[in-house]
């Protein structure tokens, strides 16, 4: 057969890998199209509001519900009564803990669902709120993780203060558990002999992904088929179908949960919250649908927070600046209940990739997890389990050890870095890293901000301001760093034992167009258009002609959903050999229709070939039509696959990024003035969504690192419950990122690519932090903890004498 279009044009036509192919998604959004939760209306459909508690720990009197339920359009009000009879009072957490659903007894964190509220509308609901009527005593509060440690007062009475907890003995009654990797005493031993030492304490405060949309739900019991649909703005859908079945008894085949469109997620969408259990319940009761949305300031102070880890580390060197031990003691506060969302081998998450990008030949990490009276959660915030925790811990560490020894901190990095011919590299915490070459995105991000030249300006900027010339001074920071993404490996993660592994299954129409569904969901990454591309690459069919669809437990895979940058390691790679499996069959089919042997055929774009004679072929879309319409010997008609994925290992991006800061002492205010952010995420599917990922991750590091903070008084109050306090960026704060890329392929990932939307948060925030910090070096700064907003660095510059 003749052909026409040029082999150039049918790759540009496939719109595969490498293309920056427009987002499908963007013309339902910009138009105000998308499909959220609250957008959900159904005939009959109740709403429910939560009744919070105003304190951080007191015990529950009673509770008066009379006044609310004699509300025109009130239809019901739950309490811990009505779900103790069900079971449902209290629910398993993902750390292994149980976690009230409405107050049993007492209450331990300010914002704590009390009582559940069923009405017509939600403003009769809120109303209704008011109306209920709790009488508290109040007992006292610990929001220190540390005093909590030293306290007779029990904060979990439904604890035997004797028994182990779900990672073994605790060492007291407000204590969770206790977590080490590595070689402690070997560790101290190397760190007692050594040159140089640095010590360092840093608090990494608490804060919250704070997605645009807020967590929210709708329940609908069908009781005439026994089946129960719940609609929610879920990251791991399958996982939620699972818990709400074995939580309820309804057989796992009646229950069907849909992830609609969602405004991001950043991990306070992936546990299961006291309002999903309420509104299944209150849907199960009254027969019709209950839909819960939390307001902004129920998001803020009850849903999953992240961080808030007190870490304390020392690091050794030799005198010419080879890091010798590493260790590192992490006090982590969980609040009220562990419900860290964290795979169950892991009760610190990935906090063990603390070692970073560098070769440390020996290290120890400790985590000890407490309980406070704040809200419980714990999550990933664009990271994978802790590892913007580790990564901020090591990236300042090395800037310590750079004071230490009095030395440039870039040139530390470049003397400790993991070599190339290094990888696959063993840490000394116990990870196998697949691939990296640090010193080539570290040149290169050096060579393209003239970091020489920048170090010399900042001498001249630190003259100018002791000869009282300015009142501005610069900082340059320097961030290298190692994510460690794609969890998985079933072997080694599960959540609530479900192993970690993710699915896609195609099915390619007659017609030679295709829809193909993940276990995954999006929450704005835009994987209906990436997804397509893998898959336009491995089976020759033009992305455009194949729809993605994820979200939806009665046709979607199983799969454990969207977090932890794990899409694009696991479910990508699920996408692709689905790919291959499509793609072998095709062959069988090709060389039937061509009348050559399988092996005398060979795939080319979108096609098979006959080996050396280029004019004999059968495009992918005469295979597809064949498929359906051949008897063909010894097939199977039809072309569909699935793809269980099971990674034999996680995927390790890196990244280097340089911030220049100047910041006025005076009113604390930074400027940022560069930033360059060069990310290596293996092979690269779509270059503008990772810009895009890029830009938004630099941008939430820019708000955890400035100011976004979730701080309480000593009463347990939260001082930073609406936006009016909690620090959310807009377009004045955020600087334009320069982006760069080198392409590392990881050797096990079926197309060389790694995850890339945490990257940017991951490796951001230690860069914008160190920016500051390395703006008060020459100052005496040794370390100040985030966030920098105006008033701390208003405070450092104060403490260091510079306003004298
Ligand atoms: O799991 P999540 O989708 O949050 O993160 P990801 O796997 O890092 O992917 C984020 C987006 O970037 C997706 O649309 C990916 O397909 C895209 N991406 C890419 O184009 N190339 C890569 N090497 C990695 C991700």
Redesign the pocket.
């Known amino acids: 057969m003749k052909d026409d279009v040029t082999r150039e044009d049918r790759v540009s036509n496939l719109k595969g890998l490498g293309c920056s192919r427009k987002r499908v998604e963007d013309a339902r959004f910009t138009q105000g199209k998308g499909n959220y939760i609250d957008d959900m209306q159904m005939a009959g459909m109740l709403t429910g509001d939560f009744v919070r508690s105003p304190y951080a720990h007191a015990r529950i009197k009673s509770i008066n519900i009379d006044a609310a339920m004699a509300l025109d359009g009130v239809i019901a009000v739950l309490t811990a009564k009505d779900l103790e009879p069900l079971g449902l009072h209290w629910m398993p957490t993902l750390a292994g803990d149980k976690q009230m659903v409405l107050a049993d007894g007492k209450v331990l964190f300010q914002g704590q669902e009390v009582a559940f509220v069923v009405a017509k509308d939600r403003y009769i609901a809120s109303d209704a709120v008011e109306l209920v009527e709790v009488e508290y005593e109040e007992l006292p509060v610990l929001v220190d993780p540390f005093k909590s440690m030293q306290s007779d007062v029990v904060l979990r009475e439904d604890l035997d203060p004797k028994a182990p907890g779900a990672h073994g003995p605790r060492k007291h009654h407000n204590h969770i558990f206790t977590w080490e990797v590595g070689d402690e005493a070997g560790t101290n031993a190397v760190i007692d002999d050594a040159d140089i030492v640095a010590e360092a304490s840093m608090y990494y405060h608490r804060t919250h992904p704070c997605p645009l949309e807020p967590c929210g739900c709708v329940a609908s019991m069908d009781k005439v088929n026994g089946k129960l649909t719940l609609w929610g703005t879920f990251q791991a859908p399958h996982v939620v179908r699972t818990v709400a079945s074995l939580l309820s008894g309804i057989e796992e085949h009646n229950i069907r949960v849909v992830s609609p469109d969602i405004g991001g997620?950043f991990g306070n969408k992936v546990g299961v919250y006291p309002g999903y259990i309420c509104s299944i319940v209150a849907s199960i009761v009254t027969g019709v649908p209950v839909k819960w949305v939390e307001d902004r300031m129920e998001n803020l102070m009850s849903t999953a927070f992240a961080r808030d880890y007190w870490m304390k580390g020392k690091i050794s060197a030799t005198k010419e600046g080879k890091i010798t031990g590493l260790h590192c003691h992490v006090t982590a506060d969980h609040g009220a209940f562990d419900a860290c969302a964290d795979p169950t081998k892991f009760p610190a998450g990935f906090m063990n990739i603390c070692t970073g990008s560098y070769d440390i030949p020996i290290a120890y990490l400790g985590v000890d997890g407490v309980y406070t009276n704040k809200a419980p959660g714990g999550v990933s915030y664009r990271c994978s389990f802790r590892v913007t925790e580790a990564v901020y811990f090591i990236e300042r560490m090395i800037e310590v050890l750079a004071i230490e020894m009095n030395m440039d901190a870039a040139e530390l990095r470049r003397i400790n870095f993991i070599k190339k011919e290094q990888f696959p590299y063993n840490s000394a915490l116990g990870w196998e890293y697949d691939s990296g070459d640090y010193h080539t995105a570290w040149d290169k991000a050096l060579k393209a901000v003239d970091y020489d030249g920048l170090r010399r300006e900042q001498a001249e900027r630190v003259a100018a301001f002791k000869r009282g010339e300015t009142r501005t001074i610069m900082g340059i920071g320097l961030s290298f760093f190692t994510e460690i993404?794609?969890a998985g490996p079933v072997k080694n993660c599960d959540i609530l034992g479900m192993g970690m592994f993710d699915s896609c299954e195609i099915r390619i129409h007659p017609t030679g167009s295709a829809v193909a569904r993940l276990g995954?969901i999006?929450?704005g990454?835009?994987?209906a258009?990436?997804?397509a591309?893998?898959l336009a690459s491995e089976i020759g069919i033009s992305a455009d002609s194949i729809t993605i669809e994820e979200g939806d437990t009665d046709t979607a895979p199983y799969g454990l959903g969207?977090?932890?940058?794990?899409?694009?390691?696991v479910?990508?790679a699920a996408a692709a050999m689905v790919g291959r499996k499509i793609r072998a069959k095709a062959q069988m089919i090709a060389a039937y229709l061509l009348e050559v042997h399988d092996d005398d055929v060979e795939f080319d774009v979108d096609r098979f070939v006959v080996k050396g004679a280029p004019e004999r072929f059968k495009t992918m879309g005469e295979i597809a039509y064949a498929a359906y319409n051949q008897a063909i010997p010894g097939l199977e008609p039809g072309l569909e696959a699935v793809s269980y994925y099971d990674p034999p290992n996680m995927t390790y991006?890196f990244g280097a990024y340089v911030c220049v800061m100047d910041i006025d002492v005076d009113t604390g205010v930074p400027t940022i003035k560069r930033f360059y952010a060069l990310d290596d995420?293996?092979?690269?599917?779509?270059?503008m969504?990772?810009e895009?990922?890029i830009h938004g991750g630099l941008t939430e590091a820019l708000a955890v690192a400035l100011g976004q903070e979730i701080a309480y008084d000593d009463m347990g109050n939260c001082k930073t419950g609406t936006l009016m306090d909690f620090f959310l960026p807009t377009a004045w704060e955020v600087p334009n990122y320069e982006t760069d890329f080198t392409v590392t392929p990881s050797p096990h990932h079926p197309i060389g690519?790694?995850?890339?939307?945490?990257?940017p948060h991951v490796g951001g925030v230690p860069c914008f932090s160190n920016a500051v910090q390395d703006a008060f070096r020459p100052f005496g700064n040794r370390h100040t903890n985030m966030p920098h907003d105006h008033w701390r660095i208003w405070k450092t510059a104060n403490d260091l004498g510079l306003h004298d």
Do not use: D, L, M, W
């Not at 969207?562 to 390691?569: A, F, N, V």
């Not at 690519?753 to 990257?759: I, T």
């Open positions: 997620g993404v794609g995954t999006s929450q990454q835009g994987h258009t990436t997804f591309q893998i969207t977090y932890g940058s794990r899409s694009t390691p479910a990508g991006p995420c293996g092979t690269r599917i779509n270059p969504v990772i895009g990922q690519a790694k995850g890339v939307g945490e990257s």
